[in-house]
């Protein structure tokens, strides 16, 4: 059974990871066909069609599991799942498609108010795959689940790259594509499309059924989930979404080209989340459950910590490779604070052990929420006060160190676990202190970043004699 469990766990983190290593090697196309102030309106987009779809799909991909596992229900929760967001998605565009114009005016889209139809069009594709990509799942399918993920974006960046270099201008300008901004959202319009065409037999299963009462258990099981949702969004991309108000299109469309470059971290984080969280639950009834949690911890932090700054003392050939337009590189500064932000994520989903495993769920919507506030109103001074991109990272890394060191205090009240924290303290303390000298210092100096990622590995390794030569002696 575990076997099995570890084997459908890796499938589906090539159906999760895969699709986001496809569109970032696609990023470097993208920053150097489109000038800076196109990719902020770009980033705005996608950061707004995050925060859309998390509010229509509600959290039901998770309510449509809980429910589903009860006897004789599963057939009732995917009719009732998929025409409850089929309403939700229907609306949502009905509304977009009406009042077109003037949500283009409040977003500063004027003259293209098509990029709200097609905002709009994108968001009811993906809600409509919600339950379908949800009943592959549930039944065991994760190589085909993995497969739609996958050739979606593949498709995806094939015709974005064809619009590019082999599309003639003057076909793309005729379907109305008039600048090269219009390539990838119009491409990723079209991958949500052959989403719907790929997993239409799934869809042909739902029957004309809603039951009320199963409904309203659902909603209220999922309502926090979608405040959850919510709030990681907000963390992710609030500071994206708010910038072409406040900043330069220039400083705004580089800080999104520079951010998506940190998402080499976000990838080291997503890959670990998806093998670990079955873990955890299997290891709650043991008794040495609190030991096994402890290490894994901290072997995260030790491998973490070293990706982070293996990052961060390359990012002078890096930049040439992902981001080939010089003038995107003004945001330069901002990788470092995200990648290390994105490390305090990590450590902070190990701390998250604790209210997952006592099933005090609620616990982690007000810890998420807390980090969301305080990314608002970070962001909010940065940009509203002091017009700087450089804060919006800052406010990202404020938000999830808090989230961090607030689910540790909590954890250790309610449910102690012996990490040994002096020590991870360290690393992420050491961590910072070289990364500030490679940046101010050594401006990303290849050979003297390189030398202090290697004294920084040496010092860890160091530390954790004990630990890697156990683990050698036990292969």
Same mark, same amino acid.
């Given at each position: 059974?575990?076997? &099995?469990?570890?084997?459908?766990?890796?499938?589906?983190?090539?159906?999760?990871?895969?699709?986001?290593?496809?569109?970032?090697?696609?990023?470097?196309?993208?920053?150097?066909?489109?000038?800076?102030?196109?990719?902020?309106?770009?980033?705005? !987009?996608?950061?707004?069609?995050?925060?859309?779809?998390?509010? !229509?799909?509600?959290?039901?991909?998770?309510?449509?599991?809980?429910?589903?596992? /009860?006897?004789?229900?599963?057939?009732?929760?995917?009719?009732?799942?998929?025409?409850?967001? %089929?309403?939700?998605? @229907?609306?949502?565009?009905?509304?977009?498609?009406? %009042?077109?114009?003037?949500?283009?005016?409040?977003?500063?889209?004027?003259?293209?108010?098509?990029?709200?139809?097609?905002?709009?069009?994108?968001?009811?594709? $993906?809600?409509?795959?919600?339950?379908?990509?949800?009943?592959?799942?549930?039944?065991?399918?994760?190589?085909?689940? @993995?497969?739609?993920?996958?050739?979606?974006?593949?498709?995806?960046?094939?015709?974005?790259?064809?619009?590019?270099?082999?599309?003639?201008?003057?076909?793309?300008?005729?379907?109305?594509?008039?600048?090269?901004? $219009?390539?990838?959202?119009?491409?990723? !319009?079209?991958?949500?499309?052959?989403?719907?065409?790929?997993?239409?037999?799934?869809?042909?299963?739902?029957?004309?059924?809603?039951?009320?009462?199963?409904?309203?258990?659902? =909603?209220?099981?999922?309502?926090?989930?979608?405040?959850?949702?919510?709030?990681?969004?907000?963390?992710?991309?609030?500071? &994206?979404?708010?910038? !072409?108000?406040?900043?330069?299109?220039?400083?705004?469309?580089?800080?999104?080209?520079?951010?998506?470059?940190?998402?080499?971290?976000?990838?080291?984080?997503?890959?670990?989340?998806?093998?670990? /969280?079955? %873990?955890?639950?299997?290891?709650?009834? &043991?008794?040495?459950?609190?030991?096994?949690?402890?290490?894994?911890?901290?072997? %995260?932090?030790?491998?973490?910590?070293?990706?982070?700054?293996?990052?961060?003392?390359?990012?002078?050939?890096?930049?040439?490779?992902?981001?080939?337009?010089?003038? #995107?590189?003004?945001?330069?500064?901002?990788?470092?604070?995200?990648?290390?932000?994105?490390?305090?994520?990590?450590?902070?989903?190990?701390?998250?052990?604790?209210?997952?495993?006592? $099933?005090?769920?609620?616990?982690?919507?007000?810890?998420?929420?807390?980090?969301?506030?305080?990314?608002?109103?970070?962001?909010?001074?940065?940009?509203?006060?002091?017009? @700087?991109?450089?804060?919006?990272?800052?406010?990202?890394?404020?938000?999830?160190?808090?989230?961090?060191?607030?689910?540790?205090?909590?954890?250790?009240?309610?449910?102690?676990?012996?990490?040994?924290?002096?020590?991870?303290?360290?690393?992420?303390?050491?961590?910072?202190?070289? @990364?500030?000298?490679?940046?101010?210092?050594?401006? #990303?100096?290849?050979?003297?970043?390189?030398?202090?990622?290697?004294? #920084?590995?040496?010092?860890?390794?160091?530390?954790?004699? $004990?630990? =890697?030569?156990?683990?050698?002696?036990?292969?």
């Amino acid at each position: 059974m575990y076997k &099995k469990l570890l084997g459908q766990t890796l499938i589906y983190g090539i159906g999760a990871i895969a699709p986001r290593i496809i569109l970032f090697i696609l990023n470097p196309l993208l920053i150097y066909k489109i000038p800076n102030e196109g990719f902020a309106v770009f980033t705005q !987009l996608y950061a707004l069609i995050s925060f859309v779809n998390i509010i !229509l799909s509600f959290g039901f991909e998770t309510a449509y599991f809980r429910f589903s596992a /009860e006897k004789g229900q599963e057939k009732k929760t995917f009719n009732t799942s998929f025409w409850f967001l %089929f309403a939700t998605s @229907s609306l949502f565009l009905i509304l977009c498609y009406i %009042f077109n114009q003037p949500i283009a005016d409040y977003w500063g889209y004027h003259n293209n108010p098509e990029y709200i139809r097609w905002f709009a069009l994108i968001a009811f594709f $993906d809600n409509l795959l919600v339950i379908p990509f949800a009943w592959l799942r549930f039944n065991n399918m994760p190589i085909k689940y @993995s497969a739609v993920r996958v050739t979606q974006s593949v498709f995806q960046a094939l015709f974005t790259a064809a619009l590019f270099f082999w599309i003639p201008e003057s076909f793309s300008k005729s379907i109305g594509l008039d600048e090269n901004v $219009d390539y990838p959202f119009f491409s990723n !319009l079209a991958g949500s499309g052959l989403g719907v065409l790929l997993l239409f037999p799934i869809i042909l299963k739902v029957r004309f059924q809603f039951v009320f009462s199963l409904f309203s258990k659902m =909603i209220k099981y999922s309502f926090p989930l979608m405040l959850a949702g919510l709030a990681f969004m907000v963390n992710e991309n609030f500071d &994206k979404s708010i910038q !072409l108000k406040h900043i330069s299109p220039e400083e705004a469309g580089a800080y999104g080209g520079c951010y998506k470059l940190a998402v080499l971290m976000t990838l080291f984080v997503t890959a670990y989340r998806m093998g670990i /969280e079955p %873990f955890f639950f299997k290891q709650m009834d &043991k008794g040495d459950a609190k030991k096994t949690y402890a290490k894994v911890a901290e072997y %995260f932090a030790f491998f973490a910590c070293v990706v982070a700054l293996g990052i961060i003392a390359n990012l002078s050939w890096l930049k040439t490779l992902f981001i080939p337009n010089k003038s #995107y590189w003004i945001a330069l500064d901002i990788i470092p604070i995200i990648v290390i932000a994105n490390l305090c994520f990590g450590i902070y989903y190990n701390f998250s052990t604790w209210y997952k495993v006592t $099933d005090r769920t609620g616990v982690g919507t007000i810890i998420s929420w807390m980090g969301a506030g305080i990314n608002i109103g970070l962001n909010c001074l940065a940009l509203m006060y002091y017009h @700087s991109m450089i804060g919006s990272a800052w406010a990202t890394f404020g938000a999830y160190f808090v989230m961090m060191t607030t689910s540790y205090l909590l954890g250790q009240k309610y449910y102690p676990i012996p990490y040994r924290i002096k020590k991870m303290t360290f690393f992420i303390g050491l961590l910072m202190i070289f @990364s500030f000298i490679t940046v101010y210092f050594f401006k #990303y100096n290849f050979w003297l970043g390189n030398l202090l990622f290697l004294i #920084y590995a040496g010092i860890l390794i160091y530390t954790e004699k $004990d630990m =890697i030569l156990s683990r050698i002696k036990k292969r």
